[in-house]
C-alpha cells in the first residue's frame, strides 16, 4: 500500500468531478500524471506508462485540493485543550460549567465558543466570581470579539471591567496572550491540526492568527510541518517590521534548510485590518440600529481616513488588504478605502451588504473572502438582532451575480475547519431539519467547489488533488457535509490516506 509522505507519480483510474472536468471529452476513468509536484498529463486510464507510487483512485472522484480562506491557526489548533461552550445555553451554566474545568498548565481555565447574544440571563463579574473563586478564567465568544473574565484573570492580565467583558482590541490582546503562552504546545497543536485538516482534504489555508508568523511558519515547517498550504496575515502593529523586512504578498517564506518537505509551502500573504466588530458581540457597524438597542449601530474599530492611510503603505509596500468588515457600513467604507488607495485583495466576511455595494465589489476586482456556515449557525440572531436592517444579510448568490469572486472559509475556531461543510452550507442554506435560509442565496455545487479551490485538474496546475469516495456533484447536502475524503495529496505527496 502507498505510504504517507511517499511522492506520486501517477493516481490511477479516477473520475473528475470538480473543476476541470469541462476539459475532458467524457466521465470515463482517467489516470493522473504527476512529476515534480505539477500535473503533467491526465489521459484515459493505462493510456501511457507509468512511474514513481502509483495511488489506486479505484473509480473515486477527484476534485482539485480544497482551501480554508480564513483561519485563525493557533486558535483553531488549541481549542481542543479548551472547554467548549458551543451548547451552553445561559451565563448561568456557564459559569457552573468552568468552575469544573481543570486549570491548564499556565494556570488559567479556558473556554470557549459561547454565543451569549442568545442568552436569557446577562454575564456578569458577580456570577463568575461566585462560581469559578481565585482561579483565573477566561470565557472566549464564539466570535472572538468579546472574551467573559473572572477577576482573578482581570488582576492577572491588568485589565478592569464592571461587568468581567472585555471587548474588541481589549479582547483581542487576550487572545494573543493565551495563545502565546506556550509555542512549543501550539506548534504541537498545530501540526495535529494540521494532519486532519489534511484528511477533510485541505492542502491550504490561509492564516488571520494576530502574531508575527513570519517566523512562526518556518519554524514549525523545520519541526515537521508539511500537511498543506499557508498564506500568512500581517497586522498593522507590524507592518512596518514587515515593510523593513522586504515582506510581499506571494513571496516564498523559506526555513533555513530548504530541503524539508514543507519547503515552498508557506507565503507572505496579506494585510489584515479588523475594521469594525462582530454580530455576536453586537459590534458590527451598521447603518440601522440592532434591534432594541436603538443608540447601537456597532463600531468602526479603523477610522476611514486612517484604513486608506494603511492600505495606501501596504500597496506601496507589495502587500494586498484583508479588510475584515461584517456590518453593511463597515463594508461599504472598505470599499471605499480599495477605492481610494488602489489596494488588491479581500473583503473578509461581508455578512452584511448593501445592493449598491454588490457591483462595486465586481469593479474594482475586490474577492468576497466568505464563511458559508455562519449565515446558518447565526441565522437566529440576524432574525432578531439585524430585524431593522435593509442590506443583504450573507449575500452568496447575489455577489456572484454581480459577477464577484467567492472565496470560502470557516473563520476558524468560530466554525469547524472542513470546506465540506462550508459547500454543503452554500448549496442547501440549512443544516438540519430546519428549512432553507434564505434560499435564493444557495450556490451549485459547481460553483461551490470553485470558491473553496485555488487550482484545477489540467496539466501545469499543481498537483493538490483530493480523492472522495462519493460523486461530489450527485450527493444530497448531508452527504456533501459528510463526505468521506479516501486521499489528500499535496504537491504530489500523499498526506492523508484513510
Not at 440576524?382 to 450573507?394: C, H, P
Amino acid at each position: 500500500m502507498t505510504a504517507l509522505g511517499a511522492h506520486i507519480g501517477v493516481v490511477r483510474g479516477a473520475r473528475i468531478a470538480g473543476p476541470g472536468r469541462e476539459f475532458l471529452p467524457s466521465d470515463e476513468p482517467v489516470d493522473i500524471h504527476i512529476d515534480g509536484g505539477v500535473i503533467s498529463d491526465i489521459a484515459p486510464t493505462g493510456a501511457l506508462p507509468t512511474s514513481g507510487d502509483v495511488l489506486e483512485a479505484d473509480g473515486s472522484w477527484v476534485v482539485p485540493g480544497l482551501w480554508d480562506n480564513h483561519v485563525h491557526t493557533v486558535q483553531w489548533a488549541l481549542a481542543a485543550e479548551r472547554e467548549s461552550l458551543g451548547e451552553v445555553s445561559s451565563a448561568s451554566e456557564a459559569a457552573v460549567r468552568m468552575a469544573s474545568v481543570a486549570a491548564l498548565p499556565d494556570g488559567r481555565r479556558v473556554g470557549s465558543g459561547f454565543r451569549d447574544a442568545l442568552w436569557a440571563d446577562e454575564p456578569t463579574l458577580d456570577l463568575l466570581d461566585s462560581r469559578t473563586g481565585e482561579v483565573p478564567t477566561y470565557l472566549i465568544n464564539a466570535d472572538v470579539h468579546s472574551v467573559w473574565l473572572n477577576s482573578a484573570a482581570l488582576r492577572r492580565e491588568g485589565f478592569t471591567s464592571p461587568d468581567g467583558m472585555l471587548r474588541e482590541e481589549d479582547a483581542f490582546e487576550i487572545s494573543r496572550r493565551l495563545n502565546a503562552a506556550d509555542p512549543e504546545r501550539g506548534d504541537r497543536a498545530v501540526r495535529l491540526a494540521g494532519e486532519q485538516a489534511a484528511a477533510r482534504g485541505v492542502t491550504g489555508l490561509v492564516d488571520f492568527d494576530m502574531a508575527w508568523n513570519a517566523d512562526a511558519w518556518p519554524r514549525r515547517i523545520a519541526a515537521g510541518f508539511a500537511a498543506h498550504r499557508v498564506e500568512f496575515a500581517i497586522y498593522p502593529f507590524d507592518l512596518e517590521r514587515a515593510v523593513a523586512a522586504g515582506l510581499r504578498t506571494g513571496d516564498l517564506r523559506q526555513t533555513a534548510d530548504a530541503t524539508v518537505d514543507g519547503a515552498g509551502l508557506v507565503r507572505v500573504g496579506s494585510l489584515k485590518v479588523i475594521t469594525d466588530g462582530s454580530l455576536g458581540t453586537r459590534t458590527a457597524a451598521c447603518s440601522y440600529p440592532y434591534a432594541g438597542d436603538a443608540g447601537n449601530f456597532g463600531v468602526l474599530n479603523v477610522e476611514p481616513d486612517e484604513l486608506v492611510d494603511l492600505l495606501i503603505r501596504a500597496t506601496g509596500a507589495g502587500l494586498s488588504a484583508a479588510v475584515h468588515a461584517i456590518g453593511d457600513r463597515a463594508t461599504t467604507t472598505a470599499l471605499d478605502a480599495f477605492t481610494l488607495s488602489g489596494a488588491s485583495g479581500t473583503i473578509e466576511h461581508a455578512q452584511l451588504v448593501r445592493h449598491a455595494d454588490l457591483a462595486r465589489f465586481a469593479r474594482l476586482g475586490v474577492i468576497a473572502s466568505v464563511q458559508p456556515q455562519h449565515a446558518l449557525d447565526d441565522r437566529d440572531l440576524v432574525d432578531g438582532l439585524w430585524a431593522e436592517q435593509t442590506a443583504i444579510g450573507y449575500p452568496l448568490a447575489a455577489l456572484r451575480n454581480a459577477g464577484v469572486e467567492l472565496r470560502f472559509g470557516s473563520d476558524a475556531p468560530v466554525a469547524p475547519l472542513d470546506p465540506w461543510q462550508a459547500i454543503a452550507a452554500a448549496v442547501a442554506r440549512t443544516d438540519g431539519d430546519r428549512a432553507p435560509w434564505h434560499p435564493e442565496e444557495s450556490l451549485s455545487v459547481d460553483d461551490a467547489l470553485r470558491a473553496s479551490v485555488r487550482s484545477s485538474l489540467r496539466p501545469g496546475e499543481p498537483a493538490d488533488i483530493v480523492l472522495c469516495s462519493q460523486d461530489p456533484q450527485a450527493a444530497p447536502a448531508d452527504a456533501l457535509r459528510q463526505m468521506p475524503v479516501f486521499a489528500t495529496v499535496l504537491a504530489g505527496r500523499l498526506t492523508h490516506l484513510s
